[in-house]
């Protein structure tokens, strides 16, 4: 009887899920287990490929989701490597990234009580900052990142499942991503557009401190001369662009919002941006913050 591996090329999908510690790697891996896809959790990195060519004890798995913990640059690399390894071999490999600002992942482990796995003699906004320098590359070359800081787990588990249920959407899949200009324009984006011109909470002491998240920025932003003129103006604006795009067959789009820093006025507008394009028919967006942190 001849044997085959737990993978294997046209038939498989394999999906590898890494993410900031804390940013929902487990809650990822619980929700695609319900909709029928089988889990690993935290695989060394080092033994993807080894596992993926094990023989199977009856057929061939039909999609291998296999969640990671990524302590060093070193397991890093190993993982950039064992994914090369399985696309080398045909197989289809999709990384998702899971991502949350550094006050909402301080604030998490703070809940939880349990110690950031980078943190040895560091304290947790350093542990925090090593960790994202080691999960870099990962991050650059991932096919999807969801930014987790406003979910909770019913978000997540919602996020992932309507994305790897298997059931395609029909329409166009948005991103709307803040940015800060003085980190640069992002070179992905379809469309850019400038809030610069909404007064700067940074100028606000009380505010300062505080992201674009949080509801006393949100209101002041949002409720600021011009704020939501702005945003009726720019969601009319991107109606016939979004039904150009499908008429096209584009699938997805990047609309990218950026302030000064990409932490007080455009995180605001990003979040409230998403939230009207998701009425729309036939649109699925998302917000995602590129520099919320790195400040």
């Known amino acids: 009887m001849t044997s085959s591996p737990l993978v294997v090329p046209g038939k498989s999908e394999v999906l590898v899920v890494t993410s900031m510690s804390g940013a929902g790697r487990t809650t990822a891996g619980n929700?695609?287990?319900?909709?029928?896809w089988h889990v690993v959790e935290q695989l060394?990195?080092?033994m993807i490929e080894v596992f993926a060519s094990h023989d199977a004890v009856e057929a061939p798995i039909d999609r291998l989701a296999i969640t990671t913990l990524v302590t060093s640059a070193d397991v890093a690399e190993a993982q950039m490597r064992a994914i090369r390894g399985l696309e080398e071999r045909g197989l289809s490999v999709r990384t998702l990234f899971l991502d949350a600002a550094d006050d909402i992942l301080v604030r998490r482990f703070e809940a939880g009580r349990r110690p950031h796995p980078f943190v040895g003699?560091?304290?947790?906004?350093?542990?925090?900052a090593a960790e994202r320098e080691v999960m870099e590359p990962i991050r650059r070359h991932a096919d999807r990142i969801i930014d987790t800081s406003t979910f909770n787990v019913h978000d997540l588990t919602r996020a992932v499942r309507e994305l790897y249920s298997g059931?395609?959407?029909i329409g166009l899949d948005v991103t709307v991503m803040s940015f800060g200009f003085k980190r640069g324009l992002p070179l992905d984006a379809d469309i850019v557009a400038d809030v610069r011109f909404i007064p700067n909470p940074h100028w606000i002491p009380e505010l300062r401190p505080?992201?674009?998240q949080s509801e006393p920025v949100s209101s002041y932003v949002l409720a600021a001369e011009g704020a939501q003129e702005f945003l009726d103006s720019f969601e009319q604006a991107l109606k016939p662009?979004?039904?150009g795009y499908v008429r096209e067959n584009k699938s997805t789009a990047l609309i990218a919002v950026g302030c000064?820093?990409?932490?007080?006025?455009s995180v605001a507008t990003t979040i409230e941006l998403a939230h009207?394009?998701?009425q729309l028919p036939g649109v699925r967006a998302r917000a995602h913050h590129r520099d919320l942190g790195l400040e």
């Not at 929700?31 to 029928?36: R, V």
Request: proline fraction near 6%; charged fraction near 25%.
């Open 241 to 243: 662009v979004f039904t």
């Open 31 to 36: 929700a695609l287990e319900d909709i029928g």
């Open 260 to 265: 000064t820093g990409g932490k007080h006025r």
């Open 44 to 46: 060394p990195p080092q």
């Open 276 to 278: 009207r394009l998701n």
């Open 210 to 212: 505080l992201t674009g």
């Open 167 to 169: 059931q395609e959407h």
């Open 121 to 128: 003699e560091l304290r947790i906004l350093e542990a925090i």
